[in-house]
């Protein structure tokens, strides 16, 4: 009785997982190693039968993994190899549409050569592909993207070896032939670049009364530059009972409240949406009252003061958090003897003191400058009681 058969077909009964090598299934057991804590499924044991090349690859729970080395044989009842989780995923473009995505491991990563915050062209990494008829199309100079767009990377070097190839690449600067939004290196070498849209609002906060409207200013941009005739936009209201717009970009303010408006353009030609959006806050409107002299009038049109008296009067005016106040005086022929007049504009105020014992009035003037409201205050300078 074979105990190690036996324990390992039990082990495959219960344990196994099933994967595809080129075209063929196997079914295997995934173990962990200490050199592979952080990458699962490190170990893989096959039946003997079953000759798994170095170099193969397989996709198990969406991942890809390369079979890099077929350990020393134990025994006559199992295989055992070294598998690691790809990494990356490379795109390359050989032609018109003809682009290749290749699962790959990225290791010996030098660092990179830095100066403050900028990062120079200048680390260098080796990648593992599974040997096969598209491995083999790569060459050197050849450029990729893989992980980040910011830079690129450019093969230096290429090496066959157990079914794997070894390319060593160092970094290399983005091109304006880069896709670098797909991650595809010089695909416009080879294919035509799609124009680029971009829709931009120019306000980016909208501030209305209940009841106003505004209407906003919206362009297309294609490559950069504003379309002469702006294409219609699509809008969208986060909260339709706060602001509606029309189709003249045109905001209604309808209740007091906060939403977004996003206006879309659809590039009909590769089914692109593009948007903006401005915030909108919608206010009730400022009730703003008409000036308020105090004290009032002790009389229908005038305030009347006695010989010696001296009375502060104070402008208000309601819906004005910070009125602007300018006073002005009309003596009306008053004898400057007759009177004292202090006037404070920044508070809003007029003292006047009464120095003689004759009828005669002062007049002022009231004018308010954010509302653009004015009036007139008659102060008479009385007699004695």
């Known amino acids: 009785m074979d105990t190690l058969a036996n324990v390992f077909q039990?082990?495959?009964?219960?344990?196994?997982?099933?994967?595809?090598?080129?075209?063929?299934?196997?079914?295997?057991?995934?173990?962990?190693?200490?050199?592979?804590?952080?990458?699962?499924y490190t170990l893989v044991f096959a039946p003997y039968s079953d000759?798994?090349?170095?170099?193969a690859s397989f996709t198990i729970n969406g991942d890809t993994y390369l079979i890099i080395k077929e350990n020393t044989v134990e025994n006559t009842v199992y295989r055992k190899y070294e598998a690691i989780k790809c990494?990356?995923?490379?795109?390359?473009?050989?032609?018109?549409?003809d682009i290749v995505s290749y699962p790959v491991y990225m290791q010996d990563l030098s660092d990179a050569i830095s100066n403050g915050k900028i990062v120079t062209v200048a680390s260098t990494a080796e990648f593992l592909f599974t040997l096969n008829d598209n491995s083999?199309?790569?060459?050197?100079?050849?450029?990729?993207?893989?992980?980040?767009?910011?830079?690129?990377?450019?093969?230096?070097?290429?090496?066959?070896?157990?079914g794997i190839a070894y390319v060593y690449a160092e970094r290399n600067?983005?091109?304006?032939?880069?896709?670098k939004i797909n991650g595809i290196a010089d695909r416009w070498s080879y294919e035509t670049k799609p124009a680029t849209y971009k829709v931009v609002i120019s306000e980016d906060n909208v501030?209305?009364?209940?009841?106003?409207?505004?209407?906003?200013?919206?362009?297309?941009?294609?490559?950069?530059?504003?379309?002469?005739?702006?294409?219609?936009?699509?809008?969208?209201?986060?909260?339709?009972?706060i602001a509606s717009i029309d189709s003249t970009n045109t905001i209604t303010a309808l209740k007091q409240g906060t939403t977004k408006i996003t206006g879309s353009y659809h590039v009909t030609d590769d089914d692109t949406v593009i948007t903006d959006s401005v915030n909108v806050t919608v206010t009730q409107p400022v009730v703003i009252g008409n000036i308020v002299i105090t004290p009032k009038y002790n009389s229908s049109t005038y305030y009347s003061t006695l010989y010696g008296?001296?009375?502060?009067?104070t402008a208000s005016i309601s819906g004005i958090t910070s009125p602007v106040w300018t006073i002005t005086l009309n003596t009306n022929g008053v004898a400057s003897t007759a009177y004292t007049s202090v006037i404070t504009n920044s508070a809003g105020t007029f003292k006047v003191t009464n120095k003689a014992q004759a009828s005669n009035y002062?007049?002022?003037?009231?004018?308010?400058?954010?509302?653009g409201k004015s009036t007139t205050y008659s102060v008479k300078l009385g007699g004695v009681l």
């Open 207 to 241: 501030n209305l009364d209940v009841a106003k409207t505004q209407t906003l200013t919206v362009s297309v941009l294609k490559d950069g530059t504003t379309m002469e005739t702006t294409p219609t936009i699509t809008w969208t209201v986060a909260d339709g009972s």
């Open 51 to 55: 000759s798994i090349k170095q170099g």
């Open 309 to 313: 008296q001296a009375i502060t009067f």
């Open 136 to 162: 083999k199309r790569l060459y050197v100079n050849q450029r990729f993207f893989c992980g980040y767009n910011g830079l690129a990377w450019k093969i230096t070097d290429i090496n066959y070896k157990d």
């Open 362 to 371: 002062l007049i002022y003037t009231i004018a308010e400058a954010v509302s």
């Open 10 to 40: 039990e082990s495959i009964n219960r344990e196994g997982k099933e994967i595809v090598i080129n075209g063929i299934n196997h079914t295997v057991l995934f173990r962990r190693t200490t050199k592979g804590e952080t990458t699962p």
């Open 173 to 179: 600067a983005t091109l304006e032939t880069d896709d």
């Open 87 to 97: 990494t990356q995923i490379i795109k390359m473009i050989y032609g018109v549409g």
